[in-house]
Every structure is written in C-alpha cells, then in structure tokens.
C-alpha cells in the first residue's frame, strides 16, 4: 500500500504548505472547513422543522440545532481519531430535504419512523463495512470515474457557491442565467472571488478562510446581511428528540411495509454513492489514493458514515454523511485526521454561538466554494480525452453532477456510460463484475423512478 503522499497515477501540484502537516496548519483547515459548512447549523434544523415537530408545543428548532451539531461532532471525531482522515460529517443536504418532503410530508410517515429508518440504514451500513462490501466496492470503481467524480464535485461545489450568492439565477427562458449585477449580494460575493482569487494566486496561507471573513465584512458593512443581535446562548438539549427513533420502531406496523421498505433502499442508495463519491474526491484532491486508485483505511472512513447515521438518528436527525466542503481545508493544508478532530471541537463548541455562526451570510462561503471547485478541477487532467471509452463517461459525470444537483444522479451517469461505452467497444475484458453489477443497480434506480417508487 502506497504512501498518503501517492496521487493515484498523475501530477497534481500540492496546495501550499501541504508537504508538512503541523497543529497550526492542521487547526487553520479545521477552521477553514468548519466555516464553509457550518450553514448547516442553521438550514438542517429549518429544513427538519418542516416535518420534526410536536402538535402540544410546536416546532423543535433549537433541539434540532443541538441535534445536528452533536451529530456532526461525534461522526467527524470518529473519522479523524479513527479513519485519521482530514474529512467532516454532518446531515446531508439533499438527504434532508427526502426526509422531510419525501418521507414524511411525501409519503405521510410519522417522523419518528422516518427517524427508525434513519437509524436501521446506519445499522446496515455498519454491518456492510464490517463484512468489507462497501470498500470493495469503491476500489472497483475505475480511475477514470474517480477523476471524474473529483473534478465533478468540484463544478458541484463551485455551482452551489454561485447559485447561493445569485451569481446563477433560475430563468424561465434559458433553465440558468447571470444573476442580477444591480443586487448588492451578487456585487459583493462577486467581489469576494476576487479578493480570494487574488489572495490563492499570491498563495497566501488561510486563502480561503480570509475570503470568507472579508466577504461578510463587505456584507455586514453594506447592510446585505444583518449584524448578529447576539453572539452567545446556552444551547437547549434534545430531550424531545432523543430516542424517538425507538418510538417510530413500535409504529412500523402504520404503514405498508412496502412504503417503509422503499424509503429504506432510496436512503441506503444515495448515501452510499454520495459518500463513496465524496470520499473518492477527497481522497483524490489530498493526495491520499494509492497507485492503485484506492483509499487507504477506507473502511474507517466507512465507519465514521455509518456511527454518524446511527448516532443522528438516534439524536433526533436525518443521515449524516461526509461533506465535500472538507476539499475547503484540504485546499489550505488539511493532511490528517487532527484536521478532523479541529472540525469536530468547533461543531461542539457552535451549540454556544448560534446567534452569531447563523449570522454569516451564505454569500460569504461563495469565494471559498468557487476556489475549491478550481482546485478539485484539475483532476481532469488524468482523463485520456482521445479515448472515448473513458472521455464519454468522465464528461457525463461532470456535467451532471451539477446540473441535477446530486452526486448520486453524477456517479449513475458515468457507471452507466462507462460500462455501455466499454462493452460497445468490445473491450468487456475491461468490465469487472462489480461494474457490472452495480452498473444493472444504476439502471434499476431509474426503472423504480420511472415508475413512481424510487
């Protein structure tokens, strides 16, 4: 097994600094990663709420905070203390959003049943890396796809900086459009870019993280986004959350198995090939592959997946799974898992400063987005465009990871692709059976679809 500084078979300039991690360095990504995904904090539990709530006493926002926070601290020290990986956890975005209007609202489950089913996919996902299937999976994904899949999440990242800032806008006309240059939130997260643009090509070290503190500067100064009333609050425990997954258990019988059934293989299928995807990018953008394309420790990393979703769920939230918001302090030196245990303190610590963390504004993590989505970028160059039955594969899933917001919808897009691409070249040699299976998998998720229960 290689060393961590392999990079999988090509080139790739290390961010600056990157050659010897040391605490400060290590602390200063923590930061840097904390900062670009502690939205979270603040959109998980108003996205929750939607469906999380109690007929006597109303909404349970603040225990959801709490929820989310402990969540992403436990799985983010079980990845750096563990797996000793530079990567963060915390509930899904997308993942969410299905259990509240899929599941619950959808599909008018209670939401403590959503929250068992939460829980038991954490259980399979444990038992599923225990057995070794999930890391053998991942290592049959060709090189190709991981180029890809890193180059993808990075237009995905960049995409989702853009649209949160209005810099892309929806347009009736045209799907997207530029965003209204008149609104002083696109202006500013423009001038963001600039000044983290110019801070990464002057190399200045905590690049990013100064991007962002400049830009709420700008915002906070120009009235986009208001000061924060307060910076400190005790934190309210989830006592109303905690354990209700083991209520929902004893109302499975309230619903058609069918319906519990489905929830539970759509939360199994895109949290496996989300994280798989996340950390094949990761793993990619820090230089920590082998020759062979794999990931070292991969089932510890796995591991942390599976503990944060069987923890969130029993703490009162929907799955957790890693971020690719960790390529942020990837980019500024993020080598070991003291980068994660960096992130894991601050989600501690954020119960006591929601008021302020909730205060800074989405359009200040847009620089930061924007460079990581350049940097995870430059894994295209490993791609062998003169041969189609890798150049078709690679520019699907980059394209539409993006576009359908989902790095699941990216990696089908690619395994099909290359699968089919291969095989009409005649070169089924080059076709495992793993890809072939999990190619037939791909195709079954959009006959489901295709008829209303995927």
């Known amino acids: 097994m290689a060393d961590r500084g392999a990079t999988s078979g090509f080139s790739e300039p290390r961010p600056l600094g990157a050659e010897r991690p040391t605490t400060w360095r290590e602390g200063l990504a923590g930061l840097t990663t904390f900062m670009t995904m502690a939205y979270i904090l603040v959109v998980n539990p108003s996205i929750l709420s939607n469906a999380i709530f109690l007929e006597e006493s109303g909404d349970l926002f603040d225990e959801l905070v709490m929820a989310t926070a402990l969540s992403a601290a436990i799985a983010t020290l079980v990845m750096g203390l563990f797996a000793r990986y530079p990567f963060a956890l915390a509930p899904g975005m997308g993942l969410n959003a299905f259990f509240t209007y899929g599941i619950v609202l959808g599909l008018g489950i209670d939401w403590r049943l959503a929250l068992f089913a939460v829980f038991v996919e954490g259980v399979i996902f444990l038992l599923l890396t225990l057995l070794d299937l999930r890391r053998v999976v991942v290592n049959a994904i060709p090189p190709v796809l991981k180029h890809a899949t890193a180059a993808a999440i990075g237009l995905f990242i960049a995409y989702v900086g853009l649209s949160n800032a209005g810099i892309i806008a929806p347009s009736p ?33 905590g690049a990013l993280l100064l991007g962002i503190a400049a830009t709420a ?60 995807g996340s950390l094949t990018g990761l793993g990619m953008r820090a230089g920590l592959m082998t020759d062979k394309g794999e990931l070292p420790r991969a089932n510890r990393a796995f591991t942390a997946d599976a503990i944060g979703t069987t923890v969130g769920g029993v703490l009162g939230t929907s799955t957790v799974t890693t971020y690719i918001e960790s390529a942020s302090g990837i980019a500024v030196g993020g080598r070991t898992g003291l980068t994660a245990v960096f992130v894991a303190v601050l989600f501690v610590a954020s119960i006591f400063f929601i008021p302020l963390l909730s205060a800074v504004p989405a359009v200040a993590t847009t620089p930061a987005l924007v460079m990581v989505g350049v940097l995870m970028a430059a894994s295209l160059k490993a791609v062998d465009w003169e041969d189609a039955g890798d150049a078709i594969p690679a520019f699907l899933t980059v394209i539409v990871m993006p576009l359908t917001y989902s790095i699941a919808e990216g990696l089908a897009a690619g395994f099909i692709s290359w699968t089919a691409v291969k095989a009409a070249q005649g070169r089924f040699s080059e076709i495992s059976v793993a890809m072939w299976i999990l190619t037939g998998l791909f195709v079954l998720r959009f006959v489901l679809m295709g008829l209303g229960i995927g």
Do not use: C, H
Request: proline letters at 8%; a negative charge.
């Open 173 to 205: 006309a045209t799907k997207t459009t530029l965003g209204d240059l008149t609104n002083p939130s696109v202006v500013i997260a423009i001038a963001g870019i600039f000044i983290t643009a110019a801070l990464v090509a002057r190399k200045v070290l």
């Open 217 to 276: 500067a700008l915002a906070f100064a120009f009235d986009v986004a208001p000061l924060p009333t307060a910076y400190v609050a005790l934190p309210t425990p989830p006592t109303d959350l905690l354990g209700q997954a083991f209520v929902g258990a004893s109302l499975i019988g309230s619903v058609p198995w069918t319906d519990f059934l489905v929830v539970l293989v759509v939360l199994l299928f895109v949290d496996f090939f989300d994280t798989a």
